[in-house]
């Protein structure tokens, strides 16, 4: 979140949501919905989830 803050991205983090969008970036009229994990992968039944939620929304989670 410091990263693309310092890169002049508008943050909200989404703490103990237990949703896959962690983070909700904003700038210049452009949205990035992110997952942060410290593993760098999605278990089985996260991947399910954040693809229903993208198919949903019709959104792109990034997994950061």
């Avoid at 909200?12 to 909700?24: C, K, N, Q, V």
């Amino acid at each position: 979140m410091k990263k693309l803050e310092q890169e002049g991205w508008f943050c909200i983090r989404s703490a103990g949501s237990h949703s896959p969008i962690d983070i909700i970036a904003i700038k210049s009229g452009q949205f990035r919905f992110i997952q942060s994990k410290k593993t760098g992968y999605l278990s089985p039944q996260e991947r399910k989830e954040k693809e229903e939620l993208e198919q949903k929304l019709g959104i792109n989670i990034e997994v950061m």
